[in-house]
């Protein structure tokens, strides 16, 4: 709904860089955690509740450009959001990706980021095949202050 109302800004150029360029606005850019080598952020177009992604420090937009710290540090909040994600919402199941490159399905192509979604048993029903909607039970907002609360 925030998206349909146009209250949430679309920014300019990269939406990593200039969240990460704010970091007294992390409660609203939706930062959960800033590491030495990577950062984790909510999606704010998030294909299932506790959508979260890990995104490198660096404007990197491949795996291969990133430093064997920034990967190693990428697998280990990949462990941490799984485990915090399991607390909060007791998921079936996860998907865990990168999409390299648009012809991909990259949302931000420039920027590699690592996604972490949830899944429950028939989270996939008529809403996104028939309409390309999707339906969140939960605000954003809370999603942010509970997995905040977990870290
Ligand atoms: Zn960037």
Redesign the pocket.
Known sequence: MTYLTGTQPLKD?????SA?ATPEDDHKTFILHRGAHCFVILNLYPYNNGHLMIVPLD?VESIENMSTDAVTEMMTLSQHCVGVLRKAYNPHAFNIGINIGAAAGAG?P??VHLHIVPRWNGDTNFMPVISNTRVIPELIDETYKRLRELW
């Open positions: 150029g990269c939406i990593f860089c990460l404007h931000v420039g920027h």
